[in-house]
């Protein structure tokens, strides 16, 4: 069977090492949020390990725009653009992810409707972390008590809406049967054209029309 390139190496890398570094800050920063569990702390490490991971979470991203930053752009652009079509997905995904006929959706681009708006809760809270946690942690010392709660609680709000959707992110992108070729896209960069065209059609038109 033909397979088409869903992803590129270079994106797959990038995404994994996103995983591991949001897994290291997610239970990390469990430990401080909890702090009356402290002890489980890892006796002062989480902070530690915190900060390291938090370097890795944007350091990757930042390298992988200025290498590529046409890419990068078109991607943003992506999780930005909505039209009509995705409207109608919208409508028809809750009776299609319970086993609904494939043609009540309308045609897909690179990403669909679900996928955009994770893309779209990722940027948004990773940038939410960024500002907040920059600020904790440079400048504790030199801005008013209630700015720095302000931050804190505006980090947990962004840990609890970007956690609540990874855990769905997880369950559609890893498990759903419906999903059948996006854990292997994001691992080999391929997928079927088969898959491409029923999950992607208007991607897939349009990539073979510029070919
Ligand atoms: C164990 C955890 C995770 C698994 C199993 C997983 C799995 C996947 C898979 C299979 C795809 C491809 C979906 C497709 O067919 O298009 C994908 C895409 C994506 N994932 Fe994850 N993911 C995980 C964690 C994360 C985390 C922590 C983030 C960000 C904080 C993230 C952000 C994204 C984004 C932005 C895309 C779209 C990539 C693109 O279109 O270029 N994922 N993920």
Redesign the pocket.
């Known amino acids: 069977m033909q397979d088409v390139e869903?992803?590129r190496k270079r994106?797959i890398f990038q995404?994994w090492w996103?995983?591991a570094c949001?897994?290291l800050l997610g239970l990390t920063g469990l430990f401080l949020f909890l702090s009356w569990v402290s002890p489980a702390a890892w006796w002062g490490w989480s902070r530690l390990v915190h900060r390291i991971a938090a370097v890795g979470f944007v350091g990757i991203p930042v390298i992988y725009f200025l290498l590529n930053p046409k890419s990068t752009w078109e991607?943003v652009k992506?999780a930005f653009t909505w039209n009509t079509d995705d409207l109608g997905w919208l409508q028809a995904a809750p009776s299609y992810y319970f086993g609904g006929p494939e043609e009540d959706m309308p045609p897909q681009d690179?990403?669909n409707t679900g996928?955009k708006l994770?893309?779209l809760v990722?940027?948004v809270?990773?940038v939410v972390f960024v500002i907040t946690g920059f600020i904790m942690w440079f400048f504790k010392g030199s801005v008013a008590p209630g700015v720095l709660q302000a931050m804190v609680l505006i980090h947990d709000i962004a840990f609890i809406a970007?956690g609540t959707m990874?855990l769905v992110?997880?369950a559609l992108?890893?498990f759903h049967p419906r999903?059948s070729?996006?854990?292997r896209?994001?691992t080999t960069g391929k997928?079927t054209v088969d898959y491409v065209k029923s999950?992607h059609g208007k991607w897939y038109e349009r990539v073979t029309a510029e070919k």
């Open positions: 869903r992803f994106a995404h996103i995983v949001s897994l991607w992506e690179r990403s996928q994770w893309m990722a940027i809270t990773g970007g990874l992110h997880i992108a890893a999903m070729e996006a854990l896209s994001m997928a999950h």
